[in-house]
């Protein structure tokens, strides 16, 4: 089904990059190729209504569009991997665009991929780069890996006799998100979390059991100067950053690790989300 975007993807590489050659040609280059690799780890404490007992402190660390590829190498995914497990999450969630302009980089992605390791798994969605660049290499490199694909479907993640529900949804782009699907065998009154790689999802996603969306894709508008903003974003500007009320629900969107059409950051660094779950 055909969905009508905030802005067309043309447009968006269009208005992003017309603003890598002004900022370089400001003068600003050096500052650039500093950012892309200042990671920040955030820690957002997110309240989940109904969030049973045992689940109190729950730690979902959010990795998001790496775009392994020209602009991100094998060496940097490694060190982020490394980065992200010292940090000791209960779970990890993977929302989407792992690799990057060709398929030769998805397989070493997720391999690299395959280090993470946490006690209630390593679990993800795909987003439109990963079926633009080789869906279903990107499908065989999660199996090998041990990272479960939550395509339209969900979980039930279980600690201290209680169930926490973790769902997905397909690309909203580059495949076809199922809410039904997803939230099939979630009991009525029990709560979820369901990722999505793109946060426009968040418009159409009407089940008051998700209590949280997680979602990356915007890469928190990548070239946003001072007193100026994101000059383009590939969603709608509200979710392009952080946590955002939603029409039932809020989301928590993640600036990712990686970098598209142009090679650089400004003002909007690479995160690495370690996301604390507390009751409401």
Not at 54 to 81: N, W
Request: charged fraction near 20%.
């Amino acid at each position: 089904m055909h969905r009508p975007q905030t802005e067309t993807r043309r447009t968006f590489l269009k208005k992003l990059g017309w603003a890598a050659a002004g900022v370089v040609v400001g003068g600003t280059g050096i500052d650039l190729a500093y950012e892309k690799h200042w990671v920040e780890v955030t820690a957002p404490r997110l309240t989940i209504r109904g969030l049973p007992a045992a689940f109190e402190g729950l730690r979902l660390c959010q990795i998001t569009d790496v775009h392994h590829g020209p602009y991100l190498s094998l060496d940097r995914v490694e060190e982020l991997v490394a980065l992200a497990m010292r940090r000791q999450p209960d779970v990890f969630v993977l929302t989407g665009d792992m690799s990057h302009r060709a398929e030769k980089y998805v397989p070493p992605v997720w391999e690299a991929l395959g280090a993470l390791r946490a006690p209630l798994g390593t679990w993800c969605v795909m987003g439109n780069h990963d079926h633009w660049h080789g869906i279903e290499a990107s499908r065989r490199g999660a199996e090998r890996s041990g990272i479960g694909e939550l395509r339209n479907r969900a979980v039930a993640l279980e600690r201290g006799g209680a169930r926490l529900w973790l769902a997905g949804v397909g690309d909203l782009w580059a495949d076809t998100p199922d809410l039904s699907a997803a939230m099939q065998e979630v009991p009525p009154g029990e709560p979820a979390i369901l990722l999505t790689h793109n946060p426009d999802f968040a418009e159409e996603m009407d089940d008051a059991r998700v209590k949280l969306m997680l979602a990356g894709h915007s890469h928190g508008g990548q070239v946003s100067p001072p007193l100026i903003g994101p000059i383009a974003v590939p969603c709608k500007r509200k979710y392009t950053r952080g946590l955002v009320r939603t029409p039932v629900s809020q989301i928590y969107i993640c600036r990712g690790l990686g970098m598209a059409t142009v090679p650089f950051r400004m003002g909007s660094r690479p995160e690495l989300a370690v996301i604390e779950l507390t009751r409401a």
